[in-house]
């Protein structure tokens, strides 16, 4: 399967969410070889959407030569886009969100009713792509955390989607926080095989990967006494 990894994460290979990531892409290779390119989204020279919409009429040709040409390219070769990123203000880091903005000329200005909304229809092929959104957050729980940051993934990619978000995830890049981060990793590494072998992870497990790894009130209190 050809991977491609979006790290919205302006923390680049530090990122507390690659590590969720990272164990996932483990488990996806242990059931099969698989080709991965991941893109450090902050390293791309990625200019704003400024909604001219020249390439929904233009056959898909941005007004930037910039480097989503190449990006959107890469995007239609693949089979799978992983979207992995810390949660920032209810939603994705600004550099990830400008990528999103900038597939806009795989779309043309028709629409076409889909259910009780409208869509734009495609200019490009891409019905094959699947796509996982891998989010943390450094919150206690995922209550009133991630629901806009999910309704804005799931209205971006409506079909062949998966969701796994983490609460606690700065625990991640602390060692001493081993105890607990190692046995989460080894279930994201099984979540990863299972995608990998099945197309899904079994709901239980995701259940599992996405609880807190320690009381909400500890990991509160751990917090606050360093803050």
């Known amino acids: 399967m050809k991977i491609l990894v979006f790290n919205g994460s302006p923390k680049r290979d530090k990122s507390d969410t690659m590590h969720i990531t990272r164990a996932f892409l483990d488990g996806m290779s242990e059931a099969a070889q698989q080709d991965i390119h991941i893109i450090n989204v902050i390293d791309s020279h990625i200019e704003y959407c ?39 203000a209810y939603g994705m880091p600004a550099q990830l969100k400008v990528l999103i903005d900038r597939t806009l000329p795989l779309t043309s200005m028709a629409m076409k009713k889909v259910g009780d909304s409208y869509r734009h229809v495609g200019q490009a092929d891409y019905s094959h792509l699947r796509y996982i959104m891998i989010c943390g957050c450094g919150f206690p729980n995922s209550a009133h955390n991630f629901e806009p940051a999910v309704a804005q993934f799931k209205n971006c990619f409506p079909n062949n ?5 983490v609460p606690e995830s700065p625990m991640f890049n602390a060692p001493e926080a081993a105890e607990v ?33 320690i009381p909400e009130e500890v990991y509160a209190q751990i917090v606050n006494s360093g803050s």
Do not use: W
């Open 161 to 165: 989607h998966t969701v796994m978000t």
């Open 50 to 88: 400024t909604g001219c919409f020249t390439c929904m009429k233009n056959g898909g040709n941005c007004i930037h030569g910039d480097d989503m040409k190449e990006i959107l390219e890469e995007i239609l070769e693949s089979d799978l886009l992983i979207f992995s990123y810390p949660l920032y």
């Open 181 to 213: 981060t190692v046995p989460r990793l080894a279930l994201v590494k099984e979540g990863g095989k299972q995608y990998a072998e099945k197309g899904e992870i079994d709901g239980a497990l995701l259940s599992q990967i996405c609880s807190p790894m």
